[in-house]
Each structure stands twice: as C-alpha cells, then as structure tokens.
C-alpha cells in the first residue's frame, strides 16, 4: 500500500462522480486515512462514510479562512497528523471576457486561488512540525492553454494562478520536505460538464485527443497518489499533465 498509516485531506470531494471522491477511493484503498472537506449542500459526512468508518467528512468552505482553520483542527484531533492536502475544489462558469462581472470574477477566483492558499496556509504548520507533507493543487488544461471547453477566462485564470501559487510555496517549503505539485487535468466526466455536452460534442472532442477518449476521474485520482506517495519524492514544483494528450507540446 503507498499511503498506509497517512492522513489525506481533499476539499471539494464529496460529489461521488467528482474527481475529488474518486481520489479519496484510491487514497483509503492505498491505506489512508481521508477526510472529505466540502460545502454542507454537497454532505461531506455522506461522502466519508461510503468510505468506511475510519473515514471524517465535514464541512468547509474553502473560501472562508477560519473555516479552513476549523476544519484542519478537527482533522489533526481526529487523526493526530496531515500528510497529504488535495486543492480540488473548484467551480467554473461558461462566460466570455465582457461578461465576466466583478462577483463572478470573485466567484471563480476565491474557490480556487484564494481555496488554495488558505487551506495550504491552514495544514502547512503541522507539516512544518512532522517535517514533511505533500500538497497537491488540481490546477487544468485551461490554464495553459487559454481556456478549457468549458470555463471562461476567469477560470482560466485562477487555475493559471494555482499553477504560480503552488510553484512558490513549492520553492519555499522544499527545504522543509514539503512538496507542492500541480495536476492539470484535461476534460474529464464529471459534474461539472454534466448537461453542458452533447454526446456528440463529447465524441467530437475525444476526437481531437491523441488518446482518443474523454478522462475520467480516476485518472485523476491515480495521479493524486503518486504525488502524495513516496514514488514521486523527489518532484516538487512540477506541472502533471493528464489529459490524453491534449497538449502535447
Ligand atoms: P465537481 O463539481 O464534481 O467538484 C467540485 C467540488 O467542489 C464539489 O463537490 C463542490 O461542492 C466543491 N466546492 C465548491 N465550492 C466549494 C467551496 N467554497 N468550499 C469547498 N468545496 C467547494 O467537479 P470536478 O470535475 O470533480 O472538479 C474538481 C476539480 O477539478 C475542480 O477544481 C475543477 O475545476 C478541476 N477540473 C475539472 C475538470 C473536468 O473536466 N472535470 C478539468 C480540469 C480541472
């Protein structure tokens, strides 16, 4: 097992068709203890008990910084350690630039970027002290490449902003055996696209993928524990592509 005896923290992880629960699966399946931090609609608890009783859900918003501050609390009184952040909540909307106004700029941005760096802010003392830990940033494709299928410039912009925000806490924190990596997933079957796709628009897509299908979210999870696991020690700051080829450059 590459996770037996760690702790795992994944925000935005009780949609049980969500990248984010699907590497929760993998983590506990590799040994990990999880905990699920998302918002009360989404029923974190709900999503952890599917795990298994030595599993915790609880409520956060990633938003809110003393909500991410309660919530490692409770995670480090459970559980004793933190080992493994997963970023991953996120929300998109599918605007143009002159659409965009200021509180869905906010929107977008604060889920992601501002997500990130309070729960990234919230676990890094307790790694400080254990002298090690990995975080992981689930940035996308559309940060790279100026946007997704699906995400406006806002989104665009606040997973290109992740991307620079978790290089330099993986700068900052590497003499400390803190690692710091970002996925950037391509297009993957989730709720997130759900409604927004016809079959034949997926098909279409796929089509212009060198592996010639849409992702799904276990691939994404497979990712999430190599870089939590010692199998990737030696990466910090790096940008995991994992979208079938979408952006072979
Ligand atoms: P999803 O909608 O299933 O998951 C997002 C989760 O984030 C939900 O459970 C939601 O409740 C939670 N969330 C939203 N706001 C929150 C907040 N303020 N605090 C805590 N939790 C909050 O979608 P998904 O596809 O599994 O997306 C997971 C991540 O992957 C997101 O960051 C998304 O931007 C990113 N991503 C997805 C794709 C894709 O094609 N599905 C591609 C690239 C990147």
Do not use: W
């Not at 996770?3 to 629960?21: R, S």
């Not at 309660?70 to 659409?99: H, S, W, Y």
């Not at 391509?186 to 592996?211: C, F, R, V």
């Not at 939590?228 to 979208?243: E, H, P, Q, R």
């Amino acid at each position: 097992m590459l996770l037996k005896d760690q702790v795992a923290i994944i925000t935005g992880g009780a949609g049980l068709n969500g990248l984010g629960f699907a590497t929760a699966r993998l983590m506990a399946a590799q040994g990990a203890k999880v905990a699920i931090l998302d918002l009360e609609r989404a029923d974190p608890a709900g999503a952890a008990a599917q795990l298994g009783p030595e599993h915790i859900g609880l409520v956060a918003d990633v938003t809110d910084k003393a909500s991410c501050d309660a919530a490692v609390a409770a995670v480090l009184q459970a559980f004793g350690r933190v080992d493994t952040l997963v970023n991953n909540a996120g929300i998109t909307q599918p605007v143009k630039t002159l659409e965009i106004t200021g509180n869905d700029y906010d929107r977008i941005l604060d889920v992601s970027l501002r997500g990130t760096l309070y729960m990234s802010q919230a676990v890094l003392p307790a790694m400080r002290q254990q002298q090690g830990g990995s975080i992981i940033c689930i940035s996308s494709v559309s940060a790279q490449r100026g946007g997704g299928i699906l995400g406006g410039p806002h989104y665009s912009a606040a997973k290109a902003g992740v991307l620079g925000l978790a290089r330099a806490m993986a700068r900052e924190f590497g003499p400390e055996n803190i690692r710091v990596n970002c996925i950037t997933p391509g297009l993957i079957g989730t709720d997130i696209i759900k409604g927004k796709l016809t079959e034949e628009k997926k098909a279409e897509i796929a089509e212009t993928i060198p592996l010639a299908r849409l992702g799904c979210a276990d691939d994404i999870a497979g990712a999430c524990v190599f870089l939590a696991s010692g199998l990737s020690g030696y990466c910090t700051g790096i940008t995991l592509d994992v979208n079938g080829g979408m952006l072979i450059h």
